[in-house]
C-alpha cells in the first residue's frame, strides 16, 4: 500500500524557516517525481514544487523560487521541503504527492498534510 | 502561467442529479488535465487524469471529456459520498496550475 506522510509542520515567525518531511513506503519511490502541493485555510490548491527521480531537476511556482529549496533522500524514501523567509501568505497545509507520469504528471497519492502557520 | 476557470465555482444538487462542471484554460493545454476531489479535512483523490481517463477505484458515474482549453467532468447520478469540492488541475506547463475549486453541496 502506497503511503506519504508528512512531517515538520508548525507555528513560525514571519522570517523564519522550517523544513518538511515526508516518507514514502509501499512503492519505489525513486522511480517518481514527486511534488509539494499547499493549501492555504479556506482557499483552493496550489501547486509549490517537484523533483524529478534522482533530483536533478526541481521547478518551483514563482512566490517561493529563492527561498524554498525541494529535495529528497532517495537511500531513505524521503522527501523535503526547506522553507525559508517565511511569509503570512505561507500559512497552509502542505501535502506531499506521487507524481505519475501518464501524458502529464498527475499527482495519484497524497499525504494526510501538515500544518504551516506564519504568525508573530 | 495558464490559468484554469473553473464553472460553477458552487452547485446545489440533489441526490441522483446529474451535474456538469466546466474547466477552461487560459491558453491551449492538448489533454495534460487531471481532475481532483476534495473532502473537507482530507487530501485532494484524483478522479480522472489525460482529460478523460478514469483513475483506478473511481466510480463510473464519473467521466470528463475535452481537449485545448475546455472541459468538462460530469457526475451523472450524484451519490452522499460526491458531495466536495472538485478541482481541475493543467499538466502541460510549469508551473503546474489548479482551478479555483467546484464545490457540490446537497440541496
Known amino acids: 500500500e502506497v503511503q506519504l506522510v508528512e512531517s515538520g509542520g508548525g507555528l513560525v515567525q514571519p522570517g523564519g524557516s522550517l523544513r518538511l518531511s515526508c516518507a514514502a513506503s509501499?512503492?519505489?519511490?525513486?522511480?517518481?517525481?514527486m511534488s509539494w502541493v499547499r493549501q492555504a485555510p479556506g482557499k483552493g490548491l496550489e501547486w509549490v514544487a517537484n523533483i524529478k527521480q534522482d533530483g536533478s531537476g526541481m521547478f518551483y511556482v514563482d512566490s517561493v523560487k529563492g527561498r524554498f529549496t525541494i529535495s529528497r533522500d532517495n537511500a531513505k524514501n524521503s522527501l523535503f521541503l526547506q522553507m525559508n523567509s517565511l511569509r503570512a501568505e505561507d500559512t497552509a497545509v502542505y501535502y506531499c504527492?506521487?507524481?505519475?507520469?501518464?501524458?502529464?504528471?498527475?499527482?495519484?497519492?497524497w499525504g494526510q498534510g501538515t500544518l504551516v502557520t506564519i504568525s508573530s | 502561467d495558464i490559468q484554469l476557470t473553473q464553472s460553477p465555482s458552487f452547485l446545489s444538487a440533489s441526490i441522483g442529479d446529474g451535474v456538469t462542471i466546466t474547466c477552461r484554460a487560459s491558453?491551449?493545454?492538448?489533454?495534460?488535465l487531471a481532475w481532483y476531489q476534495q473532502k473537507p479535512g482530507k487530501a485532494p483523490n484524483l478522479l480522472i487524469y489525460a482529460a478523460s481517463a478514469l483513475q483506478s477505484g473511481v466510480p463510473s458515474r464519473f467521466s470528463a471529456s475535452g481537449s485545448g482549453t475546455e472541459f468538462i467532468l460530469t457526475i451523472s447520478s450524484l451519490q452522499p459520498e460526491d458531495f466536495a469540492t472538485y478541482y481541475c488541475?493543467?499538466?502541460?506547463?510549469?508551473?503546474?496550475?489548479f482551478g479555483g475549486g467546484t464545490k457540490v453541496e446537497i440541496k
Open positions: 509501499g512503492f519505489t519511490f525513486n522511480n517518481y517525481w
Open positions: 491558453q491551449g493545454i492538448s489533454s495534460y
Open positions: 488541475q493543467q499538466l502541460n506547463r510549469y508551473p503546474l496550475t
Open positions: 504527492a506521487r507524481d505519475r507520469q501518464s501524458s502529464g504528471y498527475e499527482h495519484d497519492y
